[in-house]
């Protein structure tokens, strides 16, 4: 698992580090594999506060108006294991604004290529946006939501002992 210089939080399908200062997570780490991706839980839309931060995540009300997406970490698509596993995913603490056409994008087709992987092998995955304090633009009425300007993805196979890192 990732260094954290946030408060750690751990849930039952992936575990972050949330950083205050830009109301979302350093890093969500996550295991991936085929068991995974045969649930059919449907998708909540159920973006809300995470209870498991102490100083309180970002709220939904961050995002409105704002002409952002409220983009997963841990994907949707991945948590359809069991209806805690997608509950969970829709933890604010699990979102980053994203620009619609990047969400609805390359993002989603990283994200789509990631599955494919993991159908195969079992894979871990560390993601967030970048964080890195230069002038990053704000959004939020009521909390003060860092928008980051790029997102990694790393994977790791242990199987293989293969993995690779992507900057979009």
């Given amino acids: 698992m990732p260094e954290s210089k946030g408060e750690f939080v751990e849930h039952t399908y992936y575990s972050l580090s949330y950083d205050e200062k830009h109301e979302q997570a350093e890093w969500v780490h996550y295991k991936l594999n085929s068991y995974m991706l045969t649930g059919t839980t449907k998708r909540t839309d159920n973006f809300r506060i995470d209870p498991n931060v102490t100083n309180k995540s970002a709220s939904p009300s961050d995002y409105k108006g704002s002409g952002y997406d409220r983009g997963h970490l841990a994907p949707a698509g ?9 509950s969970e ?3 604010m603490s699990n979102i980053s604004p994203q620009n619609p056409s990047f969400n609805k994008g390359g993002w989603l087709r990283l994200e789509s290529l990631v599955r494919a992987w993991a159908k195969k092998n079992e894979i871990f995955i560390t993601t967030a946006g970048v964080l890195n304090n230069i002038n990053l633009k704000k959004i939020g009425y009521k909390n003060s939501v860092s928008v980051p300007r ?3 993805k790393l994977i790791y196979m242990p199987s293989e002992n293969k993995m690779i890192a992507f900057l979009m």
Wanted: net charge negative; no cysteine.
């Fill in 78 to 86: 991945d948590m359809k294991i069991s209806f805690t596993s997608m």
């Fill in 89 to 91: 995913s829709f933890f």
């Fill in 150 to 152: 790029e997102f990694y």
